[in-house]
């Protein structure tokens, strides 16, 4: 069924290390794989998608990996600033229906000075 | 151009009553969809639509209506509130095809 499992649930981190979040995917038939940030009381905004034809995508210190034979997609931030701070969603496309947007439960990411 | 607005920001219910969430896109998006948000949860899914006059379910349907009688405006109806449905409620939509949502800035719905 429609499901997205995402890992870990909260992260903590020190200043200028790496986080990766994970996320695996039930339809193997999604073909699109955005990752949000949500900040306190504030709406989620889109930080980097992928398409299923592509393995990777960067845009500076963020990146996105896809394994679509496995059904999982990665997220990882390098050098980690206290603004990084926030919840982060990733979400699948589902075909059922007329391709509506699943969401991983989050991952809150703590970056300590 | 104002994108995705979302009306009202706050609301106090007493269990039982009813009302409408309002959420209103000036992008020409033909997909428009509600989520709920609850601490632990993410996002998820009540209804969407594709278009006017098309509306499906999501994951979290159940004590929630929808219809999209307009490309602008896709109103979320809870006809007898509950508890449960305690939560922020975001409106969100995008270009037909696969890309990225836009959100509203939420409704905060408390039920007692």
């Known amino acids: 069924g429609e499901n997205v499992e995402q890992h870990p649930s909260t992260l903590s981190v020190q200043e200028g290390d790496s986080a990766v979040i994970k996320c695996t995917y039930s339809d193997s038939a999604s073909n699109y794989f955005p990752w949000y940030k949500q900040e306190l009381g504030k709406r989620p905004q889109l930080i980097i998608d992928?398409?299923?034809?592509?393995g990777e995508k960067k845009d500076q210190r963020i990146a996105v990996t896809l394994n679509k034979t496995a059904k999982h997609f990665s997220l990882h931030i390098t050098e980690t600033q206290p603004e990084d701070s926030a919840v982060y969603f990733c979400?699948?496309?589902?075909?059922?229906?007329?391709?509506?947007?699943?969401f991983g439960a989050g991952t809150r990411l703590a970056v300590h000075p | 151009n104002a994108g995705v607005t979302q009306t009202p920001k706050f609301q106090v219910l007493k269990t039982g009553q009813s009302m409408t969430l309002q959420c209103a896109q000036d992008?020409?998006?033909?997909?428009m969809s509600w989520y709920r948000q609850d601490p632990g949860m993410g996002l998820r899914l009540i209804h969407y639509s594709v278009g006017a006059g098309i509306t499906d379910q999501g994951e979290v349907p159940n004590g929630y209506n929808v219809s999209r009688s307009t490309t602008e405006d896709f109103p979320l109806r809870l006809l007898s509130a509950a508890p449960s449905q305690t939560s922020v409620y975001f409106c969100?939509?995008?270009?037909?095809?696969?890309?990225?949502?836009?959100f509203g800035n939420g409704t905060r719905l408390t039920v007692t």
């Open positions: 992928i398409r299923s034809n592509v």
């Open positions: 969100a939509t995008r270009r037909q095809d696969n890309s990225p949502l836009h």
């Open positions: 992008m020409n998006h033909e997909y």
């Open positions: 979400a699948a496309i589902y075909s059922g229906g007329y391709n509506k947007l699943i």
